[in-house]
């Protein structure tokens, strides 16, 4: 079992920034960062592939959005720049054991979200 902790959401302005913290009880295979908005189903926004550090995003956060992570803490991190409106959303964290996807379904352990608000 894979406990996940989120942090750093919050309220900031259009073409502002955050940063996004997920701690991490365990290691696992691949982490990724999702979102949510009331009505619509969870969207991959990112992950970051374990062993070698590789990463992928969705194409609505290319160049504006950067994961990474930190080992000695087991933390995850999302830089989150340029933000606009339609990135509100409740942020997630999760953990994959297998494969690595922005497909919420390979997802085995989640956090329990933390909420961006971006205004225009």
């Known amino acids: 079992q894979v406990q996940l902790v989120e942090s750093g959401g919050g309220s900031v302005q259009a073409g502002g920034s955050l940063r996004l913290s997920c701690a991490a009880s365990g290691r696992t295979n691949c982490m990724g960062w999702f979102r949510q908005t009331p009505g619509k189903g969870r969207e991959g926004v990112a992950l970051?592939?374990?062993?070698?550090?590789?990463?992928g995003y969705a194409d609505s956060v290319k160049g504006r959005f950067t994961i990474s992570r930190d080992n000695a803490k087991n933390t995850v991190y999302l830089q989150m720049n340029s933000l606009k409106a339609e990135d509100t959303a409740m942020y997630y964290c999760?953990?994959?054991?297998?494969?690595?996807?922005?497909?919420?379904?390979?997802?085995?352990?989640w956090g329990q979200g933390t909420q961006v608000t971006v205004s225009s």
């Open positions: 970051i592939y374990t062993p070698t550090l590789s990463t």
């Open positions: 999760a953990a994959a054991a297998g494969v690595c996807d922005l497909d919420s379904r390979y997802y085995n352990y």
